[in-house]
């Protein structure tokens, strides 16, 4: 344990009289005492040292209150929320996902511990509209055209426009409802103050506001400095993924007594491809290294940056352990879209940027130890705003009528509750001037790619492989009007926001 510099009390140690300090309240709000708050800890605390507990109650005057109230009465320690979201990972990579490659004891702890989605989707096929998609718990689509695509960088024509802030964003809600909210990572839904993690309910940012940064030098694609502590430009030295590890371990450090929620959003695996330990300056201000250009990235550089991935999430599992939070807290752990050319997105077709299951299929875990069980694994189709509308229910968050989520909350599935329960998700994009839009439907998903519409079983063609729009064209046709309702209804509705 490591000393306190100003009092040599470990931090262990004041966690747990924070903790002592929180019951002691609780209790004191629960049975409505009429004296101060401090002054009956400080009186119980001496009690509860000196005669059994019991008595220290009935010298307070307290005991007949809580003897009432049954076990069953009293409510629920909040949960804390951990959410963990990497970067263009790749389907295939885990081995927890079939990966041969890489090594993540950590990640894949997580599944063993509770449950591995097999059939869970982003809500889009690159970063910035899967992370609105997130943060609204409702269709990017519907919030404009700034977040249906990535936004461009700081110095280009995207830069004043960002995902509006409507009162109702998830870490809104949350902080509405008592919670610690802090974003630790990639934020990339809007660079000024209006569109900020800030205005969106986050207490504490620390980051970057861009698609991506030089690991080491912290700059953009334009290689101006990304890094900010809310919205103040800051420094700091090291590689990206270990400062993100560290900030977010300095979080819990410092809310272990109250309910939070933790965004720790991971740059990595996302180009430019360094790996950890080999400080180096971005070749052409982090530009995406093609495998048609000389001294190109290498499969062996994204693993190192995935197994740094790893041991960070290791670090944040092992706080959670030592400060005693671990059986109180959900922690989730999700990916952004599908990988790039050096992902492995096995055994699905294609990858980042399409619609094709390679391009939205993400590696999804949930561990909640006492309330999921472990070593589940689900084949409940879900998608990112599921986890927004899990993680308000599993916190108990007032939720206004006017929030409309649109994902559904998948914990009564994995607490055996209720049955699984087919889906019917739609996607859009533009992505590098490619029209693209898909429906999934129980097993069906219609993909319309450019100017071909095809029709696949993905229960029994995971790849892709055999279109049967020919076989089966009043499928086809139910899938392409509802695919066209859906369009124009969030188009409506985003353009009501103008």
């Known amino acids: 344990m490591t000393p306190d510099a100003t009092n040599g009390v470990s931090a262990a140690k004041r966690a747990a009289r924070a903790r002592e300090r929180y019951s002691w309240r609780c209790v004191l709000r629960a049975v409505r005492s009429p004296f101060p708050e401090m002054l009956m800890f400080r009186l119980l605390r001496v009690a509860g040292r000196s005669v059994p507990l019991g008595a220290a109650f ?61 059939q869970f989707y982003a ?37 004043e426009r960002g995902l509006v802030a409507t009162g109702r964003s998830l870490p809104q809600l949350l902080k509405n409802s008592g919670y610690t909210t802090a974003l630790i990572g990639k934020w990339h839904l ?21 698609g991506y940064v ?36 300095a979080f819990l450090d410092r809310h272990a007594t109250v309910p939070f929620f933790l965004d720790v959003a991971y740059t990595g695996p996302h180009w430019p491809y360094q790996p950890p330990d080999q400080p180096s300056v971005a070749r052409d201000n982090a530009r995406h290294l093609m495998p048609h250009d000389s001294a190109t990235s290498t499969r062996a550089d994204y693993v190192a940056m995935v197994e740094r991935v ?40 294609h990858g980042k940027w399409t619609l094709w299951e390679g391009g939205l299929r993400v590696p999804t875990i949930m561990r909640w130890p006492g309330r999921i069980p472990a070593g589940q694994v689900s084949s409940q189709v879900g998608i990112t705003m599921d986890l927004s509308a ?16 649109e994902g559904i909350n998948l914990l009564p599935l994995l607490t055996g509750q209720t049955s ?11 992505a590098g001037a490619r029209t693209q839009a898909a429906a999934r439907k129980g097993d069906w998903k219609l993909v319309v790619d450019g100017t071909h519409t095809m029709l696949f079983n993905v229960r029994l063609d995971v790849q892709e492989r055999r279109n049967l729009a020919a076989q089966q064209p009043a499928k086809a046709r ?17 353009r009501s926001r103008r």
């Open 58 to 118: 009935i010298a307070a005057g307290l005991a007949p209150t809580l003897l009432a109230q049954s076990p069953a009465s009293r409510p629920p320690a909040r949960p804390n929320v951990i959410v963990i979201m990497t970067d263009d990972m790749g389907y295939g990579d885990l081995p927890s996902y079939g990966g041969k490659d890489i090594k993540a004891p950590h990640i894949d702890g997580l599944a063993r511990a509770g449950v591995r989605f097999t």
């Open 123 to 159: 809500n889009a096929t690159m970063c910035t509209p899967t992370r609105a998609g997130f943060i609204t718990g409702r269709y990017q689509q519907r919030y404009g055209p700034a977040v249906e695509q990535a936004l461009g960088g700081v110095a280009s024509a995207s830069a």
């Open 190 to 210: 809007g660079y000024t103050t209006a569109y900020s993690p800030n205005a969106h309910g986050f207490d504490q940012f620390f980051g970057i506001k861009s």
């Open 214 to 249: 030089d690991y080491y030098q912290h700059t953009d694609g334009a290689g101006r400095p990304d890094l900010f502590e809310n919205n103040t430009s800051v420094t700091a030295t090291g590689y990206m993924t270990d400062i993100i590890t560290s900030r977010a371990v």
């Open 310 to 349: 790893d041991q960070g999430v290791g670090k944040i599992l092992s706080t959670l352990k030592r400060l005693g939070l671990e059986q109180n807290t959900l922690v989730i752990f999700t990916n952004d879209n599908g990988g790039e050319w050096l992902s492995n997105n096995a055994p699905f077709y």
């Open 390 to 405: 899990s993680i308000l229910a599993a916190t108990n968050a007032t939720i206004p009528d006017s929030t409309r989520l």
């Open 420 to 430: 699984p329960v087919e889906r019917t998700l739609f996607w859009r994009t533009d």
């Open 478 to 494: 139910e899938l392409w009007g509802e695919l066209q309702r859906w369009s124009t209804d969030v188009s409506l509705e985003a």
